[in-house]
């Protein structure tokens, strides 16, 4: 149904009896289908705004000479007497919605016929997107209902992947309260060469074997390019033997074995998803119609994201981009883990070490991030450092939590990340 005269009539009848009414809706006169009672609307809440009471007298007054227009105070009066009560307001309210969504699905639709096109299906799926939420009645737990909660949490505290999905890094665990938290919008910056796709690999790689499922959306490497990757890591197998295909027979035998276990985990490789609307496809699959409850997502990078329509800066298109992927987080109540270049700007100092101005188009990315960590190599800048093979995770920004340091031992031939204190005990680590 595109309209509903009945529903219509219904709410202007009910704030007619109850002038008080009109405070608790939520409608806009646009969302009304006939033009009179858009108008009748929008006087309403016009003598509301002035903190008149809503009533026959008071609406036609405001509409002037347009009560005509409007049928008459005759048809105020009638829209009055018509409501028994004023108690199914709401539900009159919501059908007045769904009538709306469904004219506006109907033009959307129309207007992508008559001009079909990539462009324009990005921008069908983002509106149709957008128009789900209109209307959408959210209900607020009360502050003593998330006090009680509290409470048996303090009592019986819920499992660990209520709270943060551990990686396998204890220190880096420890700091993040359980590794990246559910609804978290979770930044990996560096620059080129310091490991940070290896490191949302890793991630992901530990979440999997901890028994979670996870989507890998990637926009420069292909699918089976991050899967020899992933393979290296969890086979301690050198990742340049990818490149000519010679492996010795110890290498063959850690590869299928590796392989195997891969075989056992929950985990989806996007190469071609480019938008935030195709993703959301995707992982809306995988956490509704797969059920996929205990999921991280992980995407690589933000920079090579593509957004549907227009804008003048790029900082406005990051902006779109992170805070969608803020709110996609915690509609979903799952992590999303998003990687980030570095300006050019740290090569130019002396101590480069990231810091959040290096980031591109800072201002948005600071904003929408819950936690932010950037990726440092001191010994990709200096031969001769004291610290060769480890990585230091800068958690620069952690809204629940606190910022701070952790180091890592990078196995660059494997693209591995272990703890520093089980960096001379992995099988066969080659010499640095």
Not at 264 to 281: F, P, S
Request: aromatic share 8%; glycine share 8%; charged share 25%.
């Amino acid at each position: 149904m595109v309209n509903n005269y009945e529903a219509e009539q219904a709410v202007l009848g009910a704030i007619l009896l109850e002038s008080s009414i009109i405070g608790n809706l939520t409608l806009e006169p646009s969302h009304f289908y006939k033009g009179s009672h858009s108008r009748i609307y929008e006087a309403m809440k016009d003598v509301a705004d002035r903190n008149e009471e809503v009533n026959t007298v008071t609406v036609s007054t405001e509409l002037g000479e347009e009560i005509n227009k409007c049928g008459g105070v005759t048809y105020l009066i009638q829209l009055a007497d018509a409501v028994p009560s004023t108690e199914p307001v709401m539900h009159y309210q919501q059908m007045i919605y769904d009538a709306y969504r469904n004219r506006m699905k109907r033009e959307l639709a129309l207007k992508y016929a008559e001009q079909p096109g990539d462009d324009s299906l990005d921008q069908l799926i983002k509106s149709l997107t957008d128009l789900r939420g209109v209307g959408v009645q959210v209900e607020e737990k009360s502050t003593y209902d998330y006090l009680t909660e509290i409470a048996n949490d303090m009592v019986s505290p819920p499992d660990e992947s209520a709270h943060g999905y551990p990686i396998g890094f204890k220190d880096f665990d420890d700091m993040t309260g359980g590794g990246p938290h559910r609804g978290d919008l979770f930044i990996i910056a560096a620059r080129p060469s310091m490991g940070k796709t290896a490191f949302a690999l890793n991630m992901a790689s530990g979440h999997c074997k901890n028994g979670g499922s996870a989507d890998v959306f990637s926009l420069e490497m292909g699918a089976k390019q991050l899967l020899h990757r992933m393979i290296s890591a969890q086979g301690n197998i050198d990742g340049q033997k990818w490149q000519t295909m010679c492996f010795s027979e110890a290498d063959y035998n850690k590869g299928i074995n590796a392989i195997g276990e891969m075989t056992g985990w929950d985990l989806d490789i996007h190469e071609k998803a480019r938008t935030v609307a195709e993703m959301r496809a995707a992982i809306r699959r995988s956490v509704k119609e797969l059920n996929r409850d205990n999921h991280m997502v992980v995407i690589d990078y933000l920079q090579l994201m593509s957004v549907v329509g227009s804008y003048e800066r790029r900082d406005q298109e990051v902006g779109s981009i992170t805070r969608e992927l803020k709110l996609l987080a915690r509609e979903l109540n799952i992590p999303i883990i998003l990687l980030s270049q570095l300006s050019r700007g740290v090569e130019s100092r002396q101590d480069k070490r990231p810091m959040m101005s290096d980031l591109r188009e800072s201002g948005n990315i600071e904003q929408d991030a819950d936690v932010i960590g950037f990726l440092y190599r001191d010994d990709y800048y200096n031969d001769d450092s004291e610290n060769q093979n480890i990585v230091e995770i800068i958690l620069k920004k952690q809204r629940n939590g606190p910022t701070g340091t952790v180091e890592l031992a990078f196995i660059k031939e494997y693209g591995k990340f272990v703890d520093l204190d089980r960096r001379y005990g992995e099988a066969e680590v080659p010499s640095a």
